[in-house]
């Protein structure tokens, strides 16, 4: 089983947002409720996850982890998400 961060996806989900942070081979990027891309660091990823783990709960949020055996960003197709700088 692979444990890189490029083979993660953390998608945040509230009643009306979904978002999703994965590592491609340029870095971080978040994809927006409005499957808007933006590229962000480590820290900015850290800044927020931590508070939607810590009162996501309260917020109705839910944080979920996934898990591919590949390379995230390698089996988004063209249709669905165009990685930032692929």
Known sequence: M????????VVFQGKRISERYYRDKAGWVKVSARD????MTAEQVLNHLL??????????LTVKVE???????????????DPVGG
């Open 2 to 9: 692979k444990k890189t961060n490029d083979s993660y996806c």
């Open 36 to 39: 808007r891309l933006f590229r």
């Open 51 to 60: 508070p939607a783990l810590a009162f996501g709960e309260k917020l109705g």
């Open 67 to 81: 898990h591919h055996e590949g390379i995230y960003w390698e089996t988004l197709t063209q249709e669905n998400v």
